[in-house]
């Protein structure tokens, strides 16, 4: 069976927010996020699961046009910096790898868990997101005031797709490319 949803053709029916869900690279430039919408963001994340319930992570939230997305965008691969000059915000995320002194083993999956989160909210609200770990996190340690025990990990874009001709080509054919997975039957490992 092959159920082919609005964007992504799955093999078992999934909620709609998954089956559509994508990491778009070219952004409407003219698109404003609001801080609501932002918060709301950070409120999905905050209500991940995470071990022992450590919330092993944290947010840095930059809106187009401020200091703040300036500072994430110069820390961006070139690459990167290519398809993010339009996103409406930058979001870096940090894992907190050690809590009172000590390695927290699961601070890398439990922040995984919290941009899912983000990742879905944002699909909710009309937004699209895209993670990246393209960047240069020591120069994001240096321009901003970090805890102790926190380390930048990704860098989520968000905003809204758009496939303006003022957006690069290269990436509106990306944008356009065929969307692929590995099969169920490849990841399923074990299954009685
Ligand atoms: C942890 C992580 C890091 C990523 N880093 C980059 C990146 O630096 N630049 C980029 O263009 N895409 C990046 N991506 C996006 C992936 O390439 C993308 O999620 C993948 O191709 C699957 O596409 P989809 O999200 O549209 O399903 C990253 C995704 C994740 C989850």
């Known amino acids: 069976m092959t159920i082919i949803t609005q964007r992504n053709t799955t093999t078992s029916p999934i909620h709609e927010l998954l089956g559509n869900r994508w990491s778009p690279r070219g952004f409407a430039a003219d698109h404003v996020v609001g801080e609501e919408e932002l918060r709301s963001l950070i409120e999905a994340a905050r209500w991940a699961p ?77 937004l699209n997101v895209h993670q990246m770990t393209g960047f240069d996190a020591d120069a994001i340690a240096e321009r901003f005031p970090l805890p102790a025990g926190y380390q930048p990990y990704t860098v989520i874009a968000v905003g809204v797709h758009s496939t303006d001709e003022s957006i690069p080509e290269k990436i509106r054919d990306r944008d356009s490319g065929p969307r692929e997975r590995q099969g169920v039957d490849d990841i399923l490992l074990g299954f009685e």
């Open 50 to 126: 995470s071990a022992f319930n450590k919330q092993p992570w944290g947010f840095i939230v930059g809106r187009r046009g401020t200091e703040t997305f300036g500072k994430i965008f110069d820390s961006l691969a070139e690459f990167n910096q290519l398809w993010n000059r339009n996103v409406s915000a930058l979001i870096v995320t940090l894992a907190r790898t050690e809590i009172d002194g000590e390695p927290f083993a699961t601070a890398h999956y439990d922040l995984g868990q919290a941009a899912a989160h983000l990742s879905f909210q944002a699909e909710s609200l009309g």
